[in-house]
T-cell receptor, first 113, second 115 residues
Framework: GEDVEQSLFLSVREGDSSVINCTYT??????LYWYKQEPGAGLQLLTY?????DMKQDQRLTVLLNKKDKHLSLRIADTQTGDSAIYFC?????????????FGAGTRLFVKA | GAGVSQSPSNKVTEKGKDVELRCDPI?????LYWYRQSLGQGLEFLIY????????KSGLPSDRFSAERTGGSVSTLTIQRTQQEDSAVYLC?????????????FGEGSRLTVL
């Protein structure tokens, strides 16, 4: 069955880069996502990558996908205290009929000033 | 509505009672999902509805859990004979389905506490 794994905690200093890693098992994944959950708030999509891409850059965010190893990473450049949150990796499988989305346990990012 | 709406936002119940949690998805979204978020357990998939297809119930933890979606819109998650381990935040999400990126839009959640 589908499974998504990620480390539970990451601590970085303000201004450093953060790298959050994720592995998944379903080789038929269509899209892979990073969602962000700030304290006391709901989950929101941060970025996503289509499974036939290997990199996507969006301002301070870089997503790398190694489809062979089923490994996804999120790099946040120049990490700020406002980036402190839980980051969820997710994968979806599906087609035009719809997508079933499975999430990892979430990585709690602590940013020290 | 503007976003996914869930009710109640907080529910405290006694062990053994039944509870119903409601989700009102974004208008026009054909897919609806229920997840459970517990401390240290991450986001656990429960059930997924897509259009008129049979729901994917593979994540429901026991037969005490059931969900329905009426008219392709509002969904109700029912937990019968609640147990203390059912205490969690129950999150509903909806998405466009079809030729979209599958982005999920989440509600604020229903926090369930079973005493």
């Amino acid at each position: 069955g589908e499974d998504v794994e990620q480390s539970l905690f990451l601590s970085v200093r303000e201004g450093d880069s953060s790298v959050i890693n994720c592995t998944y098992t379903d080789s038929s994944s269509t899209y892979l996502y990073w969602y962000k959950q700030e304290p006391g708030a709901g989950l929101q999509l941060l970025t996503y990558i289509f499974s036939n891409m290997d990199m996507k850059q969006d301002q301070r965010l870089t997503v790398l996908l190694n489809k062979k190893d089923k490994h996804l990473s999120l790099r946040i450049a120049d990490t700020q205290t406002g980036d402190s949150a839980i980051y969820f990796c997710a994968e979806s499988t599906g087609n035009t009929g719809g997508f079933k989305t499975i999430f990892g346990a979430g990585t709690r990012l602590f940013v020290k000033a | 509505g503007a976003g996914v709406s869930q009710s109640p936002s907080n529910k405290v119940t006694e062990k053994g009672k039944d509870v119903e949690l409601r989700c009102d998805p974004i208008s026009g979204h054909t897919a609806l999902y229920w997840y459970r978020q517990s401390l240290g357990q991450g986001l656990e998939f429960l059930i997924y509805f897509q259009g008129n297809s049979a729901p994917d119930k593979s994540g429901l933890p026991s037969d005490r859990f059931s969900a329905e979606r009426t008219g392709g819109s509002v969904s109700t998650l029912t937990i019968q004979r609640t147990q203390q381990e059912d205490s969690a935040v129950y999150l509903c999400a909806s998405s466009l389905g079809g030729r979209s990126t599958g982005e999920l839009f989440f509600g604020e959640g229903s926090r369930l506490t079973v005493l």
